[in-house]
Each structure stands twice: as C-alpha cells, then as structure tokens.
Nanobody, 122 residues
Framework: QEQLVESGGGGVQAGDSLRLSCAGSGRTSRQYSMAWFRQAPWKERDFVAAISVSGGNTYYADSVKGRFTISRDNAKNTGYLQMNSLKPEDTAVYYC???????????????WGQGTQVTVSS
C-alpha cells in the first residue's frame, strides 16, 4: 500500500515562495506518475501540475504556469512543487497524488496524501 505524505505548507505573503514535498513510503512510488492538486474552501479539487515517471514530461494548469515547477527525485521517492510569486488566490489545501498516468483528472490517481495548507496573504 502506497502512502504519500506532504510537507512544506505554511503562511506567506504575496510574492513569496514555498516548496512542497511529497514523500512516498512504498517501494513502488517511483513507478507512478505524480501530481499536485489543490482545494480551496467550498470549491472542487483542482489540478495544479503533474509529472511523468521519468520526470521528462510535466504539465501545468494555466493558472500556475510560469510560477510553479513540479519535479521529482526517484532515488528519494519524493516529489516537489516549487511555488514562486505566490498570490492570495493560491490559498488552498495542496494534495499530492500518484497514479499510472500524468493527467489532470483526479479519478486516474490511486493514492493521495493528507494535504498541506498553503495560505497567501495580500
């Protein structure tokens, strides 16, 4: 059973940066595509970014393109989301997910972390 644990969230000012981490505890996490989603209060869970198993292909939501960077270190079983130039509208609980394909659709991901809160103040 794969388990994912996010870390790195917190409260920052607009324009600041944060780096989220997603550590996989199982032996197979490096065999899965990984993604980040976020969910603001009373809103649906939205796609943020995804990365292929090798790390060679990355995908981003238009709202974060140019500001966020997804990466992974398969040797450490860990994925990352570097978030720069943060805006108040980036405030949400951020979730990492692992699945067979790097897609924006939540139902393609079998494993989810518990989420980490990111709050951006203006």
């Amino acid at each position: 059973q794969e388990q994912l644990v996010e870390s790195g969230g917190g409260g920052v000012q607009a324009g600041d940066s944060l780096r989220l981490s997603c550590a996989g505890s199982g032996r197979t996490s490096r065999q899965y595509s990984m993604a980040w989603f976020r969910q603001a209060p009373w809103k649906e869970r939205d796609f943020v970014a995804a990365i292929s198993v090798s790390g060679g292909n990355t995908y981003y939501a238009d709202s974060v393109k140019g500001r966020f960077t997804i990466s992974r270190d398969n040797a450490k079983n860990t994925g990352y989301l570097q978030m720069n130039s943060l805006k108040p509208e980036d405030t949400a609980v951020y979730y990492c997910a692992a699945g067979l394909v790097p897609t924006h659709q939540t139902n393609f991901y079998s494993y989810w972390g518990q989420g980490t809160q990111v709050t951006v103040s203006s």
